[in-house]
T-cell receptor
């Protein structure tokens, strides 16, 4: 089992619809969760961070965390063509405490269809 | 948000030469920086954790004598690829951890723009 798993996609969503990206993780003691967006040929850009169970909203983005299910998701409302990118889920595992290195999923490639 | 810069953005070198990549946190102090490598269509792979004033911690399988890391100040870490070979060609990305206090700051990592290395 991979430490952080994401569906590689591609995920195609019509413009204006909601894009839903999912991520599961194996370390039950993980504390911090992040979503990064990476455009082709560019470095990752932080979109959202979430630390507590529930939802966290920032503009068109909503991160959802369920620690019992070891599941974190990212919803993008009113999807725009500029949202087309690879979305990386990153987890700070409990075993990394004191080092705080992130473990990344392989990313989900999202394409917004105009 | 926090800004991290990298230099150079792109480098082409001959096999056997050494290449130094700089990573700077521009508007915050970073006691910890991370170096990643990304091959085409693959995810980020952490190479090493760079701590200011101490030796870097390398991930399993990463040769510390080949990838030299120096973190001499709170705003600068360097990665030197020694005796580079074509298989070292990759996208090298650094990140810096922002520990500024305040709600939500926590331990967020911000990435530099990356350095694309091509070894001929």
């Amino acid at each position: 089992q991979k430490e952080v798993e994401q569906n590689s996609g591609p995920l195609s969503v019509p413009e204006g619809a909601i894009a839903s990206l999912n991520c599961t993780y194996s370390d039950r003691g993980s504390q911090s969760f992040f979503w990064y967006r990476q455009y082709s040929g560019k470095s990752p850009e932080l979109i959202m961070s979430i630390y507590s169970n529930g939802d966290k909203e920032d503009g068109r983005f909503t991160a959802q965390l369920n620690k019992a299910s070891q599941y974190v998701s990212l919803l993008i409302r009113d999807s725009q063509p500029s949202d087309s990118a690879t979305y990386l889920c990153a987890v700070n595992k409990a075993s990394n405490f004191g080092n705080e290195k992130l473990t990344f999923g392989t990313g989900t490639r999202l394409t917004i269809i105009p | 948000g926090a800004v991290v810069s990298q230099h150079p953005s792109r480098v082409i070198c001959k096999s056997g030469t050494s290449v130094k990549i700089e990573c700077r946190s521009l508007d915050f102090q970073a006691t910890t920086m991370f170096w990643y490598r990304q091959f085409p269509k693959q995810s980020l792979m952490l190479m090493a954790t760079s701590n200011e004033g101490s030796k870097a911690t390398y991930e399993q399988g990463v040769e510390k004598d080949k990838f030299l890391i120096n973190h001499a100040s709170l705003t600068l870490s360097t990665l030197t690829v020694t005796s580079a070979h074509p298989e070292d060609s990759s996208f090298y990305i650094c990140s810096a951890r922002d520990w500024r206090t305040g709600p939500g700051a926590q331990e967020t990592q911000y990435f530099g723009p990356g350095t694309r290395l091509l070894v001929l």
